[in-house]
């Protein structure tokens, strides 16, 4: 796995070698050899030489389909294994602000769509379309930090461990995701469920004070709550929806906790009911700065036995963190849930550990891998139906390794933005596998899943929502105000419909 969200490439595809797009010319000759049509290579040749044009406007490298090193390109924009069979006719590799501008006039020129990727780690791959043009900006990846205002000027390549290590550096910190390999702008875009989320901001694209973002147009705006408040208001929560390329966020940055602890329960799957019980009456009770998260997952070592039950060779595990300042103010707040009689059913107690955002990274990092992923989400007021649905469901799941994950939101106040948290609890499962012949079994379970668990929820998250198989979902991740708003300001900065809207909802018309 890279520690970064840029491209890994393939032996003997340079991130730089101009030479790249001429081999599009290069492969012109093979083809005539090989005998294909005149007409293929035709279109060869014009694709060569629009890449040509391209590749003199842009620093960063231009990659066309059908030339030698695009397919290791391709897949490498992809986070996880499971490497979609969508084609872009163009990939570009922005290495600036500038490059970026180039890449968008000549799409909207060439009547080229466009999609946005940052670090790839889309479960679904949205921006890996068909056809049109990938602009890639995991380079543009610098961090400013301005100590003394407690903000930080990042690239959208960043990602969230970077980002929190050299915030450290000026005892500051962040909300990022909850795995530090995942880039801070998607994750930010789409609405971002971060550690200590609760706290900080509620949602981490509320930490957004101003974005650089390029307009369908060509145009280099500022996006903030004073300038372009409308545009603003998109870039919170308009995520694979957005209609601009976002080139550096200016981000609002939190105190540093000096003394994290955390308090963790190892209960068997089949105390999950129980434990999802106590979830709801622990949740409520804590300070906002003590989250809470429970993932169920296969029964480490050891505990195989503990859990042999039929169906149940899985742990829920449930721990609480507190982002505090002493371990006094650790103990008071994580209280709720060790005073409550449900850790007398836990197979295991590690109790107030100290903690760091390392630590963190690592202990989610480890369940969730570079594999093949389906993830699906709901938000919900309580825990009872959506835990009984995912008892019955759990056993039958095609992978042991398939986790879901119990989230106590609460009900921070939040600002006016495109993202909608509407429930005290955030439900996702990851489903995950090793085989491709496993993709059908495994995609369809989590799909009979999530049907099943969507009326009892109360709204989706879009970052984390399944828009391949469930794109009928996707106006359920906004409010129907929210919703109509992102429509008419689409209208408004994309009239010619330069950038793709979000994936499942447009057809994927092939040219070729
Ligand atoms: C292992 C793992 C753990 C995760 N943990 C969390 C978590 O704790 N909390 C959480 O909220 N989410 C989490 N996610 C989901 C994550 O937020 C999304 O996958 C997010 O899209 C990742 O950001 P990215 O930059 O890689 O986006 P990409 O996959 O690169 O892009 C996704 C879409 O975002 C838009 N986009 C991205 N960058 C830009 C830009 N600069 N300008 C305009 N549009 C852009 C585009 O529409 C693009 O199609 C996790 C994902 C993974 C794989």
């Not at 963790?264 to 809470?292: Q, W």
Request: include cysteine; proline fraction near 8%; hydrophobic fraction near 40%.
């Amino acid at each position: 796995m890279t520690s970064d969200s840029r491209p890994t490439l393939l032996p003997g595809a340079p991130h730089t070698d101009r030479r790249l797009f001429l081999a599009g010319t290069a492969t012109l000759a093979g083809m005539a050899a090989v005998g294909l049509p005149l007409s293929g290579i035709a279109r060869a040749a014009d694709a060569a030489a629009e890449v040509a044009d391209l590749q003199k406007a842009v620093k960063g490298q231009v990659v066309a389909r059908d030339t030698e090193f695009y397919e290791p390109w391709r897949q490498s924009m992809i986070w996880q294994t499971q490497k979609f069979p969508r084609r872009p006719d163009i990939i570009v590799q922005a290495e600036s602000v500038e490059d970026v501008v180039a890449a968008v006039n000549h799409a909207r020129q060439s009547k080229r769509r466009i999609t946005t990727r940052a670090g790839g780690h889309s479960f679904c791959g949205c921006f890996m379309r068909d056809d049109g043009m990938l602009v890639d900006v995991s380079r543009l990846s610098t961090i400013e930090i301005d100590a003394a205002r407690g903000e930080a000027v990042v690239g959208p390549g960043v990602i969230g461990r970077r980002l929190q290590e050299d915030l450290a550096r000026h005892d500051l910190a962040f909300p990022t995701a909850h795995c530090g390999m995942v880039p801070i702008s998607g994750f930010l875009l789409g609405g971002g469920l971060g550690w200590n989320g609760n706290a900080w901001g509620g949602m981490a694209t509320y930490a957004i004070l101003e974005v650089e973002i390029v307009t369908p147009d060509g145009t280099v705006r500022t996006a903030s709550e004073r300038e372009n408040p409308d545009l603003f208001w998109a870039v919170r929560g308009g995520g694979p929806g957005l209609f601009g390329v976002v080139t550096r966020f200016r981000l609002r940055c939190y105190p540093r906790p000096k003394a994290m602890r955390s308090h963790t329960y190892i209960f068997p799957f089949t105390s999950a009911p129980d434990v999802a019980k106590a979830m709801e009456e622990i949740g409520p009770k804590l300070p906002l700065n003590v989250e809470l998260i429970g993932v169920i997952t296969a029964a480490p070592p050891g505990l195989e036995k503990a859990c042999s039950a039929p169906g149940c060779d899985q742990v829920l595990v449930l721990q609480s963190v507190a982002f505090v300042d002493t371990e006094q103010q650790a103990l008071a707040g994580m209280a709720p849930l060790a005073d409550h009689p449900i850790t007398k059913l836990a197979l295991v107690a590690n109790k107030n550990a100290p903690e760091t955002f390392e630590n963190l990274y690592y202990g989610n990092e480890v369940p969730f891998p570079q594999r093949r992923y389906c993830v699906d989400n709901i938000y919900a007021d309580g825990l009872a139906k959506p835990i009984e649905v995912i008892m019955r469901h759990m056993p039958h799941s095609p992978s042991r390794v398939t986790a879901p994950v119990l989230l106590y939101k609460g009900r921070p106040d939040m600002p006016d933005g495109a993202t909608a948290t509407k429930g005290n609890f955030y439900v996702s499962c990851y489903a995950q596998w090793d085989d491709p012949a496993a993709d059908k079994a495994n995609k369809d379970w989590l799909i009979a899943l999530y049907e099943e668990l969507q009326p009892l929820g109360t709204g989706s998250y879009i970052n984390e929502l399944n828009q391949e198989g469930r794109p009928h979902r996707i106006r359920e991740c906004y409010t129907a105000e929210g919703w109509a708003k992102l429509a008419a300001l689409r209208a408004k900065y994309d009239p010619e419909r330069v950038f793709h809207t979000f994936y499942g909802l447009e057809p994927q018309p092939r040219q070729s």
